[in-house]
C-alpha cells in the first residue's frame, strides 16, 4: 500500500485536509500533498534514504504534519521528540533511536544542536552553521515507498512516569487498525473536523493526524508547547472552525470547562492520558458534553476501551468496553484470566498492539505473556464487559504488610471540597518498609492534620497518609500522566 495521504489526494484531492488555527491557512487534500512531495524531496536531497530513523524536534504545528507524512512517503521511520526534554534527556533518546537526520524549528534549534550528533535540518530560516534550512535544500526525485502492514513506521517513547523510557516500535498495521476500532466507536462523519492540541510526540496527539488523512476528513492544529496550553485559544478555534472532535487531557477539558461552555458542533470529546476524576464527568453530563472517556497507552497506538457518553454518564469512573479487534484479559499474579469483577492486571491483544521495544529484547520479551501485552495496570471488568482501571501494579503500597490501593486513596481525598488534585505514592519508611505519601493541589487553608482527620473517617488507619505536601499543580507528562518520581522527589523535600 501507498502512504494514507497519497491514497487520501486521489480520492478526494478538493477535501479539507489540514487547516492551522494559528495562521488561518487551510490546505485542501491535493495541496497538502504536494507540499509533502516537496518536503520529502527535500529530505532526500539531505541524503535521507527508506528505512532511515528520521528525528522530529517540533511541537504540534503545520510543519510537523508534513514531516510526518514525507517520512512515510520516503519509507522513513518517524520519531517525533519531546520539546520539553533536558539537553541530556534528549542526548539519551536520539542515540538510542539511531537517527540519521533530525528536524528542528527555531524554538528548538539549540537543543537539537547541542544534542544530537547527526545532521540537524530546520524548518524555519537559519543562521547557524550547524543547521540547514530545508527550504533551501534542492529537492530529490525519489520512489514513493510501498508499505505493508507490518513495516515499521513509528518510534515513541513511553510516558517515562517512573524510570527511563523505553521506545516503542509501531507499524502501519498498529496505526491503520487503531483508526478503524476508534471510528466504530467514536462514528464517522464526512464532515468532522477533528482539533488536535495534543502534542505529536505523544500517540494521543500524533493519532488524529493519521486518521484523519486515512477518514478524509480534517485536522485542525492549534497551540504549542512552548506556551502551554490555552483555554481561550482552543475554543475559539472549536468554534470558529466547526470542530466536531477534540482530543484532550482531564486538565484541558477542565480548564475548558472553567473558561465558558464548548460549543455545540462538537459530536465528541475524546479524554485520556490520565484518569477523569467523578466530578469532571459529572460536570460534563450536567452541561451536555459527549465526553468519551478513553484508556489507551503508547503501545497500543492509543486507545484500548473508549466509553460513549451515556456510558460515562451513567458509570462515572468507567472507560467503557473495549474496542473493535482489541481482546482485554485481566489476569492474576499467575497468569490466569479471572472472572468479571475480579481486579487483576490488564493484558492486551490485537492488531494496534505494538511489534516490540527498539532494541531491547529482554523488556519485550517480559512484556508479553501467552495472553499478549502486560500493561502494568490494574482493573476489573463488570458484568457488561465495562473495564475499570484502578491503578499500577508498580504503585502498590505495602506497608507494615498491608496492602494499600494508592487510586482508592487519591478518590477519598479528591473528594474533599477544597482539594483539587492528588497524588498518592509510597516512601521509604524504616519502621514500615513504606509509608503512604500524598501530594494535594488545594485551597490555602487546608493543612495536613486537617486532611488527615479527614482520611481517619474514610480510610483504614494503614491507609491515611503520613506524609503530605502540597503544591501548586501535580508533575506530569505531556501526556497528563503523573510523573511519580517527581512526586516522591518534591515529598522527600517539602513533605510534612
Not at 534514504?49 to 514525507?70: K, M, N, Q, S, Y
Not at 490520565?274 to 478513553?294: F, G, K, M, Q, Y
Request: glycine share 10%.
Amino acid at each position: 500500500m501507498n502512504d494514507v495521504l497519497a491514497y487520501r489526494a486521489r480520492a478526494t484531492p478538493d477535501a479539507t485536509a489540514m487547516i492551522d488555527a494559528g495562521s488561518s491557512r487551510e490546505w485542501s487534500y491535493a495541496e497538502l500533498d504536494a507540499a509533502v512531495d516537496r518536503t520529502a524531496g527535500r529530505l532526500a536531497g539531505l541524503g535521507i534514504e527508506p528505512g532511515d530513523h528520521l528525528g522530529c524536534l517540533l511541537d504540534t504545528r503545520a510543519a510537523a504534519v508534513r514531516l510526518l507524512h514525507a517520512a512515510l512517503r520516503l519509507g522513513c521511520v518517524f520519531v517525533p521528540l519531546n520539546t520539553r526534554l533536558a539537553t541530556s534527556e534528549l542526548e539519551d533518546r536520539i542515540e538510542r533511536a539511531d537517527l540519521a537526520g533530525l528536524v528542528c524549528g527555531t524554538d528548538t534549534e539549540a537543543s537539537a544542536v547541542m544534542a544530537s550528533e547527526v545532521p540537524v535540518a530546520s524548518v524555519n530560516a537559519t543562521e547557524q552553521a550547524d543547521v540547514t534550512a530545508l527550504a533551501d535544500v534542492e529537492t530529490v526525485g525519489f520512489e514513493p515507498a510501498t508499505w505493508s502492514r507490518d513495516d515499521p513506521c513509528l518510534l515513541l517513547a513511553t510516558s517515562g512516569t517512573t524510570g527511563r523510557p523505553k521506545l516503542v516500535v509501531l507499524t502501519i498495521g498498529n496505526l491503520l487498525a487503531s483508526a478503524v476500532a476508534s471510528a466504530f466507536r467514536l462514528g464517522l462523519d464526512p464532515d468532522d473536523r477533528w482539533l488536535s492540541p495534543l502534542s505529536i510526540y505523544h500517540m494521543g496527539g500524533l493519532a488524529p493526524i493519521v486518521r484523519s488523512a486515512l477518514y478524509g476528513t480534517a485536522v485542525v492544529i492549534v497551540g504549542g508547547d512552548e506556551t502551554g496550553f490555552d483555554a481561550a485559544t482552543a475554543r475559539q478555534a472549536l468554534a470558529e472552525y466547526g470542530c466536531t472532535g477534540v482530543s484532550l487531557v482531564p486538565t484541558m477539558l477542565r480548564r475548558l470547562l472553567d473558561d465558558g461552555d464548548l460549543p455545540d458542533s462538537l459530536r465528541f470529546v475524546l479524554l485520556g492520558g490520565a484518569p477523569a476524576s467523578t466530578d469532571l464527568i459529572e460536570r460534563c453530563a450536567r452541561r451536555n458534553v459527549p465526553v468519551h472517556p478513553t484508556y489507551g497507552m503508547t503501545e497500543t497506538a492509543s486507545q484500548v476501551a473508549t466509553g460513549r457518553p451515556e456510558t460515562a454518564f451513567a458509570h462515572p469512573g468507567t472507560v467503557g468496553q473495549a474496542l473493535l479487534g482489541t481482546d482485554l484479559a485481566v489476569v492474576n499474579p499467575d497468569g490466569n484470566r479471572v472472572e468479571r469483577g475480579e481486579t487483576g492486571e490488564l493484558v492486551v491483544s490485537g492488531p494496534t498492539v505494538f511489534a516490540g521495544y527498539y532494541n531491547d529484547l529482554d523488556a519485550t520479551a517480559a512484556a508479553f505473556s501467552e495472553h499478549g501485552f502486560h500493561t502494568g495496570d490494574i482493573g476489573y471488568r463488570d458484568a457488561e464487559g465495562r473495564l475499570w482501571v484502578t491503578g499500577r501494579l508498580d504503585e502498590r503500597i505495602v506497608t507494615g504488610g498491608e496492602n494499600v490501593d494508592p487510586e482508592a486513596v487519591a478518590n477519598v481525598l479528591r473528594d474533599h471540597p477544597a482539594v483539587d488534585g492528588a497524588a498518592i505514592v509510597g516512601l521509604n519508611d524504616p519502621e514500615w518498609g513504606e509509608r503512604v505519601g500524598a501530594l494535594v493541589v488545594a485551597g490555602e487553608d487546608l493543612d495536613g492534620e486537617t486532611l488527615r482527620a479527614y482520611c481517619r473517617e474514610r480510610l483504614a488507619g494503614f491507609e491515611i497518609p503520613r506524609t503530605i505536601g502540597f503544591a501548586a499543580a501535580l508533575p506530569r507528562t505531556a501526556s497528563g500522566t503523573v510523573k511519580r518520581d517527581a512526586v516522591r522527589e518534591t515529598l522527600r523535600e517539602r513533605g510534612e
